[in-house]
């Protein structure tokens, strides 16, 4: 046989076209960024971050959620749903 690929001990090449994503658990993602279990969980079941199902757990792509952390950022006041008089929690601006 002149064929390489099936010689004795030697495997075919595998090329990846694409880096393979991490993957972790809610709960290895929330000791990942320090973030409470709750707020990662609702971001997955509302499809706000990239995860996928594996049986009764979900694996969330980390490197997707450090990129959405990232680019997240507060409204300012005037896009808020509601005024900050009425209800919320909002940065008080600081005056140095």
Known sequence: ??????????????????????????QETTRLFGLPENLV???VLNGEIVA???G?????????FA????????PAPN???EPAERSGIYPIPAKL
């Open 1 to 26: 046989m002149n064929n390489p690929a099936f010689a004795v001990g030697c495997k075919p090449e595998i090329t990846v076209s694409r880096a393979i994503p991490q993957m972790a658990t809610i």
């Open 41 to 43: 969980r609702q971001k």
């Open 56 to 64: 009764r757990r979900y694996l969330v792509n980390v490197d997707k």
């Open 52 to 54: 996928i199902s594996a």
């Open 79 to 81: 896009e808020r749903d």
């Open 67 to 74: 990129d959405y952390l990232n680019s997240n950022k507060l």
